[in-house]
């Protein structure tokens, strides 16, 4: 029973029973003896020589190659801009580093908002420590008025006036003694 599997990568016609660790093996044993092959052409290549322009020529490539890297670079920083172009144009939210920073971006809008209502909270305890303070000082005032209205009534002089509108006599009894006698 012969079947055309030429095809099928690792398949050995002449081998009719198919063992995948083994040709996974044969494999591995081909592909490390391609790359012994390489190594030893590339020894005898830099030991005689040829090789010395292939490694110029290859520096040149790399050396233009990190030249066109750097040029890609600066542009890509040009193409991103200033901070404040970022910042007003909102296209710092869509850069790689964006998403780093967008836990702390919050943090400080949390922060500011926090901020904000402190003010505020601060600004109206002001206004009402203020209004407070005036009605004390009105408080104040009423208080003075009405101790002088009472220390006016409650004078000598206006004492005595108010008894001689109503007729009655006031003796004072500070210059005169009164002794109370004893019963024998």
Sequence with gaps: ??????????????????????????????????????IRREIIRVNSGEHDDEIDEERRLMDEEAEEQQEREEQQRKKEGSLWRLLTTGSFLTS?????????????????????FLT???????????????QAKILRERSIIIDEKRYSISSKSEVERMLEERGIVLIDLSNSSRLIEKER
Aim: with cysteine; hydrophobic share 35%.
């Design 1 to 38: 029973m012969t079947h055309n599997h030429d095809n099928y990568e690792g398949y050995d016609p002449e081998e009719e029973s198919f063992a995948p660790d083994e040709v996974a093996r044969r494999r591995l044993s081909e592909e490390e003896e391609r790359m012994k092959r390489r």
């Design 120 to 134: 505020f909270m601060s600004l109206n305890a002001e206004r009402e420590c203020r209004r407070l303070e005036e």
């Design 96 to 116: 790689s580093d964006a998403g780093f920073y967008y836990r702390f971006l919050i943090a400080i809008a949390a922060m500011c908002f926090v901020s904000i």
